[in-house]
């Protein structure tokens, strides 16, 4: 095909998903007339939660900032709620070492790829995607970084609209710096028709995240209910300095649910207190989106 063709189809090709992506934004973000805000504070920030649902918002500001007062260390926190259009947000612009939770942008930028050269996975991809989302894999993640390479990362941050994430440097795809709001975005790209995933990609990615090992399965799974399918990708990172990572990224769906939560800290001397940290908030906001 002649370079100018190519060009021009890409160029569309990326104003569609630009597009897409924005108006997937304002879809997600957008509350009615009638919708209440409620905010609680949490040490030197607050818990903001905006709802349709009377009373939901004011109740949910209030568990979480209750379930992170006084813990140790650093954390954020960002949800949605389709049915009710609830949205939640706690530092949530601000940034934290990803640890495995960028597998899941990993993937993305894999499958973002594969559609626009229109071809399908190849075994040994499907074998390293597999590896990296339902084993936290490293060495599949570090071969797929390498092979997606910058250009291909930054292009799915760019399409998705999350643009506060920063790529990790050179090989190290475990400090890219990302927030609770990109993954909240990332969670709602997975769950609604886009331009920027296809369906058969969307599904592919939640299905891994739904096969996720058994002793993987903490973090913001913790208290959903069972008639939800969870999906998640939990992250976890000690360092020599700021104490552990401990990241958990999910989507629920299925049995009348449609939400996502996405919740990172840092600075926990160690990593099973990051994992109470992050399952202290979740179980809250399972419990209060129930009722």
């Known amino acids: 095909m002649h370079g100018s063709r190519i060009a021009t189809r890409t160029r569309r090709g990326l104003a569609a998903a630009v597009a897409a992506g924005a108006m997937l934004t304002a879809l997600t973000t957008a509350t009615s007339a009638s919708a209440s805000t409620s905010s609680t504070p949490v040490g030197d920030s607050r818990v903001v939660c905006t709802s349709k649902k009377p009373g939901l918002a004011p109740a949910l500001s209030q568990d979480i900032a209750d379930a992170l007062h006084g813990r140790k260390g650093a954390s954020a926190l960002a949800i949605y709620d389709r049915p009710t259009r609830t949205r939640c947000e706690f530092k949530a612009g601000s940034h934290f070492d990803s640890a495995s939770v960028v597998k899941v942008t990993v993937l993305g930028a894999l499958l973002r790829q594969s559609q626009e050269t229109h071809r399908k996975l190849t075994p040994h991809e499907v074998k390293q995607t597999t590896a990296m989302i339902t084993k936290s894999d490293n060495d599949a993640t570090s071969a797929l970084w390498h092979q997606i390479g ?142």
């Open 150 to 291: 910058p250009a291909g990362i930054k292009r799915f941050l760019s399409l998705a609209g999350m643009g506060h994430t920063v790529p990790g440097a050179g090989k190290a795809w475990g400090l890219t710096q990302v927030t609770a709001a990109d993954q909240l975005t990332l969670m709602q790209l997975l769950t609604t028709d886009n331009a920027v995933l296809t369906p058969p990609s969307r599904g592919y990615a939640l299905d891994l995240m739904h096969r996720v090992e058994r002793d993987q399965r903490w973090g913001v799974p913790a208290g959903a209910p069972a008639t939800a399918a969870v999906h998640v990708k939990n992250g976890w990172l000690p360092r020599d300095t700021g104490g552990w990572r401990v990241n958990s990224v999910g989507s629920f769906t299925g049995g009348g649910h449609d939400y996502g939560m996405a919740v990172l800290s840092t600075g926990s001397r160690t990593m099973d207190y990051g994992v109470d940290t992050v399952e202290g908030a979740a179980r809250v906001v399972h419990r209060d989106l129930a009722h």
